[in-house]
């Protein structure tokens, strides 16, 4: 096809096709592709995101990235890296009970990609995978740590995380999206973690992709009876960051908790999609999301709890605050509850302000300058949804990043 008749997504598709083919659930997704429009502001799911600086990007593989030494501060952990969009091929030495094994194909995914683009995209064309499972009564005693490196100019990554827990197994997981001197870099990761009966698991999420890149990051999660699953989202940095979070509840007596902070600053967007999906009776969720937003920067969040009819005594909570900086910070907030059943207990709630005007008051008259009460309110603001982390080596590290974001 000559380059002049190609409309945009069709150029922007290019960019990303595999020389080889592709096949399978692959060739699925790349059919999938054909139809589905690129994302643009007239679709309600991306209704606050404009994507047109990603659809007119010119993206590059690099299929040989180099795997320097990448270092972190979460400890002792079982490490897997993964640089552009390729793991490092490195032996992890993982416990008995613990296997990790490279993608080479996609099976049975959970991912609906035949509709949502960015889904489709990775199916079809992922760089490369790795899917780690525990067997049944596994619990591990450190966290998987999975760090995501960009580096270079205008390259494009399309990692894959399958993370599969046997029935009665616990783990914790950090997922680091960490920049390199990265410039109009592009990941689009699509991570899929299923829970089986009486597990537990533990995601916490850092997302530092650096302020000239861009994050998509999709998350499907299946829960089965008597499973616990926690998620904890920390979005720092990001030119465009959008989080798609889709949790299906399949099974009775489940907890499921979801918590986030997105502290956003410049020219910054980051946009928070979740959907919990009450399928069967029992259970409880709760979901906390908590933003700062300042100068020009702009975030959404939009969290959706569905309750199905057969789901009956449900606690569904669900709350997103967020405070405004300066005059030209904007959020759009959209909680929803979509409610089936007869005897459940649900709520959810948005506001948006500036700092309390009354605290500022009280702190200035106990001799605090205006600079460090404001410093106080937002680590008080922010602090209140990072105490539920469980992990504390993941917690304290966050906790000295938001204090050196704010000067706190």
């Known amino acids: 096809m000559d380059v002049v008749s190609m409309d945009k997504k069709e150029l922007f598709l290019e960019q990303f096709r595999v020389s080889e083919g592709v096949h399978g659930v692959s060739k699925s997704a790349e059919l999938a592709l054909l139809e589905l429009p690129f994302p643009n502001t007239r679709e309600e799911y991306w209704k606050y995101t404009r994507l047109t600086k990603i659809q007119n990007g010119n993206f590059l593989l690099d299929e040989n990235p180099s795997f320097e030494p990448i270092l972190t501060e979460f400890g002792d952990a079982f490490t897997f890296n993964c640089v552009n969009g390729f793991f490092e091929d490195s032996d992890v030495k993982l416990p008995i009970g613990v296997q990790s094994k490279v993608i080479e194909e996609i099976r049975d995914p959970l991912v609906e990609y035949q509709y949502e683009f960015f889904s489709a995209l990775n199916t079809a064309y992922f760089t490369s995978g790795i899917r780690i499972k525990l067997e049944p009564k596994m619990k591990l005693d450190k966290p998987i740590l999975i760090n995501f490196v960009s580096t270079g100019n205008a390259i494009q990554a399309q990692p894959r995380l399958e993370i599969v827990l046997g029935e009665g197994a616990s783990a914790a997981v950090i997922i680091n999206f960490q920049n390199q001197n990265a410039t109009e870099h592009i990941t689009n990761v699509v991570s899929e973690m299923k829970v089986s009966k009486n597990a537990s698991l533990q995601v916490h999420q850092l997302q530092q992709s650096g302020d000239d890149n861009y994050l998509i990051n999709t998350t499907e999660v299946l829960q089965k009876r008597d499973s616990k699953f926690s998620i904890h989202t920390m979005s720092l940095e990001g030119k465009i960051l959008r989080n798609n979070l889709n949790i299906a509840v399949d099974g009775q007596n489940c907890e499921t908790r979801l918590n986030g902070v997105y502290l956003v600053s410049g020219t910054q967007h980051v946009d928070n999609h979740t959907y919990v999906d009450h399928k069967k009776p029992n259970c409880n969720s709760s979901e906390n999301y908590k933003g700062i937003i300042d100068d020009k920067a702009t975030a959404v969040f939009n969290g959706k709890v569905m309750v199905q009819p057969d789901a009956q005594k449900i ?77 504390e080596v993941f917690k304290y590290h966050v906790e000295g990043l938001v204090e050196e974001k704010f000067g706190v």
């Open 315 to 391: 606690n569904a909570f669900q709350s997103n605050q967020n405070i405004l900086l300066s005059d030209d910070a904007t959020i759009n907030s959209k909680p929803e509850l979509e409610i089936y059943a007869d005897d459940v207990q649900c709520s959810h709630g948005s506001t948006t302000g500036q700092l309390d005007e009354e605290a500022l008051f009280y702190l200035r008259s106990r001799g605090v300058s205006e600079k460090s009460a404001k410093k106080m309110l937002i680590r008080a603001f922010v602090f209140d949804v990072l105490e539920e982390i469980e992990l």
